[in-house]
């Protein structure tokens, strides 16, 4: 996942920034905030335990966690975090960069950021089918959006918690209606990350051609 926001990971590094970065993708880390040791070790972060974390270092508005720390060893105890994160909508497929504003403070920047494209689809029996028929419908409110020429015989990649597959999109029109599908590697990319019917999945467009998609 971290690959995907490269750009924004080097653009800190370049700067001499001090950071860590988290992604979402387990129930453990949505309700608990490890502290990496080597970020601990170099800032001595937390510096105490009743902390706070804000998503806005203009309204300096925080959300109380409390960390416990034994040497460099820190993680959040406590309802703190996930209530941080319920309380500003930041669910699991998310990746979060933390930068200390001072020994308490932590400020957030959660990634993709409100706004990026995303649709998100309950999985149905006609999206488990065997391979030759397998596929999955694009809402139109979604394709349409981006206009029809670009999901037309297009090849996007789709990025799962365990595995990434490419696969073909293309639009089926009759008289009456225009439907946008995912099919070709489609079944691959359902199967290896272990989505079955009755999975909602979140398709978060985090590039042109790429979705990161989670289960929630």
């Known amino acids: 996942m971290a690959d ?20 979402l993708e387990s129930a453990h880390s949505m309700s608990v905030l490890d502290v ?55 669910r699991k497929g998310k990746f979060v960069v933390f930068e200390p504003v001072d020994e308490r403070c932590l400020v957030a920047v959660v990634y993709p950021k409100s706004g990026t494209p995303e649709f998100t689809k309950k999985l149905r029996l006609s ?33 799962g918690s365990k595995c990434s597959v490419t696969v073909k999109s293309v639009l089926k029109r009759t008289p009456r209606q225009t439907t946008c599908y995912f099919t070709e590697g489609w079944d691959k990319f359902r199967d290896q990350n272990d989505f079955g019917v009755g999975d909602t999945l979140v398709f978060t467009q985090v590039a042109h051609a790429n979705f990161q998609v989670t289960k929630l």
Not at 5 to 17: F, K, L, P, S, V
Not at 44 to 50: K, R, S, T
Not at 132 to 143: C, Y
Request: glycine residues 8%; aromatic residues 12%.
């Open 127 to 159: 999206h488990t089918t065997k391979k030759n028929s397998a596929k999955l419908d694009i809402p139109s409110r979604f394709w349409r959006r981006y206009g029809s020429d670009n999901f037309d015989q297009r090849a996007f990649t789709l990025r």
């Open 36 to 90: 990496p040791q080597e970020f601990t070790a170099s800032t001595g972060w937390p510096g105490c335990a009743d902390c706070g974390i804000i998503t806005s270092s203009a309204t300096m508005q925080e959300s109380p966690v409390r960390f416990d720390r034994t040497g460099s060893v820190a993680r959040s105890v406590g309802d703190g975090w996930a209530r941080f994160l319920r309380d500003n909508n930041i």
């Open 4 to 23: 995907l926001y490269a750009d924004a990971i080097a653009e800190m590094e370049d700067i001499g920034a001090r950071f860590f970065s988290v992604y």
